[in-house]
């Protein structure tokens, strides 16, 4: 049984940083994707970066355009592990970050990004920023 769970989050003021960590069990990742969805209240569920996990453990990461350069997505494969940098934070940011995994093999590895069904979730972790 594929069980994922978050832990990172709190609240920290405007030019802060965060890391989320994802501790995946039970999940075999090779082929498929990874990736960190937020939603703040009142707003959909948005992905904010993806990761596809290729051949020979070779990573390729993906980045919603409101958080490139300041978010940075990676992964552990030893400690099974994916987490997410979160650095020079807006109270934009603020939102329930949550891990997601896929079991489907994507046709292309930025479909992690746009378009990829994810099949498990973790419960979420709260981050808020203030100003």
């Known amino acids: 049984q594929v069980q994922l769970v978050e832990s990172g989050g709190g609240s920290v003021q405007a030019g802060g940083s965060l890391r989320l960590s994802c501790s995946a069990s039970?999940?075999?990742?090779?082929?498929?994707?990874m990736s960190w969805f937020r939603q703040a209240p009142g707003k959909e569920r948005e992905v904010v970066a993806a990761?596809?996990?290729?051949?020979?453990?070779?990573?390729?990461?993906y980045y919603a355009n409101s958080v490139k350069g300041r978010f940075t997505i990676s992964r552990d494969a030893a400690k099974n592990t994916l987490y997410l940098q979160l650095n020079s934070l807006k109270p934009e940011d603020s939102a329930v970050y949550y891990c997601?995994?896929?079991?489907?093999?994507?046709?292309?590895?930025?479909?992690?990004?746009?378009?990829?069904?994810?099949?498990?979730w973790g419960q979420g972790t709260q981050v808020t920023v203030s100003s």
């Open positions: 997601a995994a896929g079991v489907g093999v994507p046709p292309w590895a930025a479909y992690c990004l746009n378009g990829y069904e994810y099949n498990y």
């Open positions: 990761i596809y996990i290729g051949a020979a453990n070779t990573d390729y990461s």
């Open positions: 039970g999940y075999s990742s090779a082929r498929h994707c």
